[in-house]
Structures are given as C-alpha cells and as structure tokens.
T-cell receptor, first 116, second 111 residues
C-alpha cells in the first residue's frame, strides 16, 4: 500500500510563473490536507479537501493560490504568478475520515518550491 | 480554533539523557493528540497518538500522556539516541477538523 505520493519533490520556478504541486493520497483515503512550511518554521494549514469539495480553505492566501481534488486523479495545489515569498516546502497529508478512529493523517515527503 | 504551545528549541542533549518536550494546547472540544517527527529533508511521520483523556501513546521508547485537566501532552523518552535527532511537532486534531501544529522543537543528540 503506497503512502502519500507528492510530486515533484523539488520545483524551481521563476517569479511570475505558475507552480503546480500534485498529491496522490493513500489508497482508500478521501480526505486531503495541504500544509506549508516556511524555512525554520512549523507547518501552517492551508486547505482541507474531500473529493470534488473544498471543506476548509481558511489557511489559503486570498490571491494566487487554489486547490482542487477531482473525482479522478491527484489533488493539485496551484500557485499562480509565484513570488520569492512562496518558496517553502509544501506538504500534503491524507486520512480516511474524520472519526476518532480514522483521523490519523499520513504525510507525503513534500514538494520543495524555490522561486528564483 | 485550536492552538498549540510547544517548548522552544533547539534542545541539545547527550546520548542516553532524559528528554522532555512540553506541549500544551487549547481546543473547543476534546481533540485527539498527536506527536509527529520530521527528520532532515523528509516529511512528517506519526510518532504516537492518544485519542482520549488519560490515554498514553507510546512508540520507539517515546511516551506522552493525554492530560485533559492541564491540556497537555508532553513528550518523554528515558534515554535518547543520536538517531532521535529531528524536529518534533505536537498537534491536536478535533473531529471534523484538521491538525494544528506547534512551531516544532529541534532536538539534537550528541554522541
């Protein structure tokens, strides 16, 4: 049973370009979470999605950032017109549900975005 | 929403020393509590968890007890190893919500 798969592991973009980060949750998991980790900081929640629905996007910047989790395929975190301050590690996690027994979140290895 | 206060790092210990990393949280309900560990260049791995008051989570010699009265979930290990060097994150999770992470505590264990 493969874990949470994120790709690419490393992504370099020039200022103004678009970044697309992909996350395939663990098999059987329908809940996906995106977190951002700035250098020397903890993880900050960005968005929580279920298939075809955004449940909580309270941590997403209001502009340039969007996320989706389609019926088929991976979840995508999209950053338009990247700026240097977007440079960070972006982690995806998935879980089977929200009940007490299945809330354990499994993390991917992250995508390290560098904006030059 | 939830918030977490973690012991500030970095923490530097000698091998076989006793480790405590404090964690206190605020939550509107009764969250499940998790400790995650992040090794250099890697994602987070679940270290241990507790889902209700007085539960003790344990793994790889690490332990933490869910203390509802003090809203704490302190991480302990009796004898640390060099391989325990990593960043440790405390995180409460309320049902139907998402993990809220502390700032993380960097642990370095010297031989």
């Amino acid at each position: 049973n493969a874990g949470v798969m994120q790709n690419p592991r490393h992504l370099v973009r020039r200022r103004g370009q678009e970044a697309r980060l992909r996350c395939s949750p663990m098999k059987g998991h329908s809940h996906v979470y995106w977190y951002r980790q700035l250098p020397e900081e903890g993880l900050k929640f960005m968005v929580y999605l279920q298939k075809e629905n955004i449940i909580d996007e309270s941590g997403m910047p209001k502009e340039r950032f969007s996320a989706e989790f389609p019926k088929e395929g991976p979840s995508i975190l999209r950053i338009q017109q990247v700026v240097r301050g977007d440079s960070a590690a972006y982690f995806c996690a998935s879980s089977a549900g929200t009940g007490v027994l299945n809330t354990e979140a499994f993390f991917g290895q992250g995508t390290r975005l560098t904006v030059v | 929403g939830n918030s977490v206060t973690q012991m500030e790092g970095p923490v530097t210990l000698s091998e076989e020393a006793f480790l405590t990393i404090n964690c206190t949280y605020t939550a509107t309900g009764y969250p499940s509590l998790f400790w995650y560990v992040q090794y250099p260049g890697e994602g987070l791995q679940l270290l241990l968890k507790a889902t209700k008051a007085d539960d003790k989570g344990s793994n790889k010699g690490f332990e933490a007890t869910y203390r509802k009265e003090t809203t704490s979930f302190h991480l302990e290990k009796g004898s640390v190893q060099v391989s325990d060097s990593a960043v440790y994150f405390c995180a409460p999770l309320e049902r139907g919500s998402r993990l809220t992470f502390g700032e993380g505590t960097q642990l370095t264990v010297n031989p």
